[in-house]
């Protein structure tokens, strides 16, 4: 089973909506990062999460880290072509090196 | 500027074939590491090296080696290709410490093995 779970897998929204993706553990995230991928190419940082509560913008773009540090949402505002693509998050989990991945969230825009 | 390259975005390669994936980065990063994606199953760890020479296995390092030689370069191998390796590939490097453990992405090399 994957350490790091994203909700949903697959999203089609509207041009001008918002819409919000999800990223859960069951264990503690020490370093929350979100990052965006274009189909076929590799992966753009996007913002990177660390204490409880907090919340990052850039753009139409906010990330948030829950208080337990278990669980991260991306929201975007107003959605725009451009933001289409597969959403990756990534985390170090309790003491661990590495850095795990959600299997990802391929968000589609209809114009 | 920050820069991963890697050495082809497209391969087909026959089941069998030796095949050599290769990474480069630029900004003098002591970790890299490589991945593989595949639809549903996300980032996948195969290998990852700390540093020149060093190498430890990841998530799925069966069917694969790696050569760092050079801090620059991380190199993966698939010693005889399967059908099963067909994937997209993805490098990545980050520093050491005093960083964020912001890791740093190569675009990818989409290899198929017939």
């Known amino acids: 089973s994957q350490e790091l779970e994203q909700s949903p897998q697959s999203l089609i929204v509207q041009e001008g909506k918002n819409l919000t993706i999800n990223c859960t553990s069951s264990?503690?995230?020490?370093?929350l990062y979100w990052y965006k991928q274009k189909y076929g190419e590799g992966l753009i940082f996007l913002m990177m999460?660390?204490?409880?509560?907090e919340e990052k913008s850039h753009e139409k773009i906010t990330a948030k880290l829950d208080e337990k540090k278990q669980q991260s949402s991306l929201h975007i505002t107003a959605s725009q072509p451009s933001h289409a693509g597969i959403y990756l998050c990534g985390a170090r989990i309790q003491g661990a090196q590495k850095l795990v991945f959600g299997q990802g969230t391929r968000l589609t825009i209809n114009p | 500027d920050v820069k991963v390259t890697q050495s082809s975005r497209y391969l087909v390669k026959r089941t069998g074939e030796k095949v050599f994936l290769e990474c480069v980065q630029d900004m003098d990063h002591e970790n890299m590491f490589w991945y593989r994606q595949d639809p549903g199953l996300g980032l996948r760890l195969i290998y990852f090296?700390?540093?020149?020479?060093?190498?430890e296995k990841g998530d799925i390092p069966e069917g694969y080696s790696v050569s760092r030689e050079k801090k620059e370069r991380f190199s993966l191998i698939l010693e005889s290709a399967s059908t099963n390796q067909t994937s997209m590939y993805l490098c990545a490097s980050r520093r050491a410490a005093g960083g964020n453990y912001e890791q740093y992405f190569g675009p990818g090399t989409r290899l198929t093995v017939t």
């Open positions: 999460l660390q204490k409880g509560g």
């Open positions: 090296s700390y540093d020149v020479k060093m190498k």
């Open positions: 264990k503690t995230l020490y370093g």
